[in-house]
C-alpha cells in the first residue's frame, strides 16, 4: 500500500508499507519527487531489491560482530577474521553510507603499510564475505566491495622459499634432540605447524610407517591452544619414510609419552602451538644459519617438492599434503612440475645420446673381419 497527500504547509508526504507492514514515510517539495521515490521502493520490493532504510544504519563493525557470531568457524579462523575486520577503514561507517571508493581506501592503506598482497586477499575476503552476507539479508542493497581492484600477488615461483636439502639437514643438526622430531615431521611428511602439534603416539604405525593426521593444535599460545579436526578435507594418512619413522620410534623411547598423550611437548607438558613452536624455529634459524625468510611452513614446500621432482603426480601430492582438491595443489606448486618443454627437451637429449652412441656399439659388435 503507498500513497501521496499533500500537507498543510504545502508539502508532499509518501507512505508506503513493507512486507512486514512497516509503514514507512517521507516529504518532499515536489509531488513528482515523491512519486519518483514510491516507484524506486515498487521497483526493488518486485526485483527483490529491497532493503528496511533503518537496517542500513548498523556500523560495519557491529554489522561484522553480529556476522561473525553465526559463523562455524574454528578458533585460528575467527582470529584471522577478527583481525580483517579490525583493520577496515569504514569500521564506524554506517552500513548503507559504505562506498566501493571507502573499501578502495581501505585496500590503499594496507598496501601502503607494506601488508603482504595475499594477507591483504586474505583480510578482503573475509570483509567481502560479510558484504555479501549484508546483501543477503537485506542490510544493503548492493556490495560496496565487489570488483575492488587489489595487489598483484607475486607468481608462486617468485613469492615461494623453498629450503635446500642442505639447510633442511643444518636445521636439524640445530635443533634440540626434543624438537629435533617435530621438524622432521614438517620437513618429511609434510605436515603444518598445527598437524605436528596435535600428534600423538597413536597416530604412528611403526609397522606399516604411516602417519595418520586425526586433529590439529589450534591456537596463539598455551591459554587458547585446543585440539581440533583437520582442516577440510586434510585428514589423511601419510606414508613416511622408514628413516622418519626410526627417528619418531626414538623419541617415543626417549620421552615415554602414553598413547594417547602428545608426542611433542613444552618444557611445561603441554601441546606446541603457534607461539612456542615459532620460537623454537627461531632459534634453529639462527644458529643454523638460514634467511630470516625461512618459516616452519616452508619445510612443507620442500617436502612437497621433493615428491614433484621424484615423478610423483598431482593427485598423489594433493592426499600427501592434505589439500581438499587437487586445483588447490596445482595454484600452490603447478611451477614446479615439468612443463611440455621440459619433457620434450629430455626426450630428444635421450634420442641424441642413442643416436651417439649407437656408432660405437655397432663397432663394438661388428664381426666382420
Known amino acids: 500500500m503507498a500513497s501521496i497527500a499533500k500537507r498543510d504547509d504545502g508539502r508532499w508526504r509518501a507512505r508506503y508499507r513493507d512486507e512486514a507492514g512497516k509503514e514507512h514515510a517521507r516529504h518532499f517539495d515536489r509531488k513528482i519527487e515523491a512519486q519518483r521515490w514510491l516507484d524506486e521502493v515498487t521497483a526493488a520490493q518486485v526485483t527483490g531489491t529491497y532493503c ?13 560482530a553480529e556476522y561473525a557470531d553465526r559463523q562455524v568457524w574454528v578458533p585460528g579462523t575467527r582470529l584471522t577474521a577478527s583481525q580483517a575486520a579490525g583493520s577496515v577503514t569504514f569500521s564506524t561507517i554506517p552500513m548503507a553510507s559504505i562506498k566501493p571508493s571507502h573499501v ?42 565487489a570488483g575492488v581492484a587489489l595487489p598483484r600477488v607475486r607468481k608462486s615461483s617468485a613469492a615461494m622459499t623453498i629450503p635446500t636439502p ?19 615431521v614438517c ?22 610407517r604411516t602417519i595418520a593426521i586425526r586433529r590439529q593444535m589450534q591456537g596463539e599460545n598455551a591459554a587458547t591452544t585446543r585440539p581440533m579436526p583437520p582442516k577440510y578435507g586434510s585428514e589423511r594418512v ?23 598423550d602428545f608426542l611433542f611437548v613444552t618444557g611445561d607438558g603441554g601441546p606446541h602451538n603457534r607461539n612456542t613452536a615459532g620460537e623454537q624455529w627461531r632459534r634453529i634459524r639462527q644458529a643454523a644459519g638460514l634467511d630470516d ?77
Open 293 to 369: 625468510g625461512y618459516t616452519l611452513h616452508d619445510l612443507r614446500h620442500f617436502y612437497a617438492s621433493g615428491l614433484i621432482a621424484s615423478g610423483c603426480d598431482v593427485v598423489t601430492v594433493q592426499r600427501a599434503l592434505g589439500h581438499s582438491s587437487a586445483t588447490i595443489t596445482l595454484g600452490v606448486y603447478s611451477h614446479l612440475w615439468p612443463t611440455a618443454e621440459d619433457r620434450t627437451r629430455a626426450a630428444a637429449s635421450d634420442l641424441m645420446a642413442a643416436a651417439l652412441r649407437a656408432p660405437a656399439d655397432s663397432v663394438r659388435t661388428d664381426t666382420r673381419a
Open 187 to 208: 620437513a618429511f611428511a609434510g605436515l603444518r605447524l598445527g598437524e605436528a602439534a596435535g600428534l600423538q603416539p597413536g597416530d604412528v604405525d611403526f609397522l606399516r
Open 238 to 260: 601419510v606414508y613416511a619414510p622408514a628413516e622418519l619413522i626410526d627417528t619418531l620410534a626414538a623419541h617415543v623411547r626417549l620421552t615415554g609419552p602414553g598413547r594417547d
Open 52 to 64: 528496511d532504510p533503518g537496517a542500513g544504519k548498523i556500523t560495519f563493525e557491529a554489522w561484522f
Open 104 to 145: 578502495q581506501q581501505w585496500i590503499k592503506t594496507l598496501d601502503q603499510q607494506g601488508i603482504a598482497a595475499t594477507t591483504i586477499r586474505t583480510r578482503y575476503n573475509y570483509v567481502h564475505g560479510a558484504l555479501r552476507a549484508a546483501v543477503i539479508d537485506r542490510i544493503i542493497p548492493a556490495d560496496p566491495a
Open 166 to 184: 642442505e639447510e633442511v639437514g643444518r636445521a636439524l643438526d640445530a635443533a634440540s634432540i626434543y624438537f629435533r622430531p617435530f621438524v622432521a
